[in-house]
């Protein structure tokens, strides 16, 4: 063997251990503590509408579930519901297409008319925010005109997403309803 040649090959065998001691780290990895630097926390605002059918032609909520006591229940108590909503620029449903929300509601409350909503609001009417996500987990007292959401997390463009939203009935019939949703979110990306 020439001296190129033992060179190439003990640089061959430096980086196989390398790469390998690298993986044997991995394979044994469970937790790391590190500086946390990130970049600039910036809010986004949204401002969109969420259609919320139970029937009609095209419903996109449906009740997968209830106690035996809620058809009685004044407040539907323990009903529970599974959504994939449209989230729409305008009122209009047939406005611009922002994103879904989609999750699971339910009445939560024996004394009131209230909810308990995790949903995942996740938006595709934009390049910017294709796909990311916002997890909102609150209770949703719906008889109230204005009402205030936790978002408790995010993906995509909101990962490490916090903020709240408010939130008010724009329409509703029957079963079915239109909600006014104005998002402030916190994050990073
Ligand atoms: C409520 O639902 C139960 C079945 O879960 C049914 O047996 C009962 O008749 C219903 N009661 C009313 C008032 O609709
Ligand atoms: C929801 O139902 C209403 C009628 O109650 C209808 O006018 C509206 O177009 C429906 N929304 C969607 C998104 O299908
Ligand atoms: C969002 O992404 C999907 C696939 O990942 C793509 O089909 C769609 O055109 C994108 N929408 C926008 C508005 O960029
Ligand atoms: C959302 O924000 C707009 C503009 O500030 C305001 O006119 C509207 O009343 C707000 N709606 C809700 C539900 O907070």
């Known amino acids: 063997m020439g001296a190129v040649e033992c060179f190439s090959f003990l640089l061959v065998v430096m980086v196989l251990s390398i790469t390998q001691s690298q993986a044997d780290q991995n394979v044994n990895w469970w937790s790391e503590t590190v ?28 009740k997968i579930a209830e106690t035996p006591g ?28 922002v994103g879904r929300a989609q999750g699971l509601y339910g009445s939560s409350e024996m004394n009131e008319l209230s909810l308990i909503m995790g949903m995942s609001l996740v938006f595709t009417g934009d390049k910017k925010f294709n796909g990311s996500t916002i997890s909102v987990f609150t209770r949703n007292p719906i008889t109230h005109k204005e009402r205030e ?3 408790v997390g995010g993906t995509g463009y909101f990962r490490y997403a916090h903020g709240f939203i ?24």
């Open 35 to 62: 500086p946390y630097e990130m970049g600039m926390k910036k809010m986004t605002k949204l401002h969109f509408y969420l259609h919320n059918n139970i029937t009609g032609d095209y419903p996109t909520a449906f």
């Open 70 to 97: 809620a058809n009685i229940s004044a407040t539907r108590f323990g009903e529970l519901f599974m959504v994939d909503n449209p989230l729409t620029e305008g009122p209009d449903p047939n406005s611009r297409l």
């Open 149 to 151: 959401f936790a978002i």
């Open 166 to 189: 408010s939130s008010k009935t724009y329409w509703a019939s029957g079963k079915n309803g239109i909600v006014e949703y104005n998002c402030s979110i916190v994050h990073f990306e």
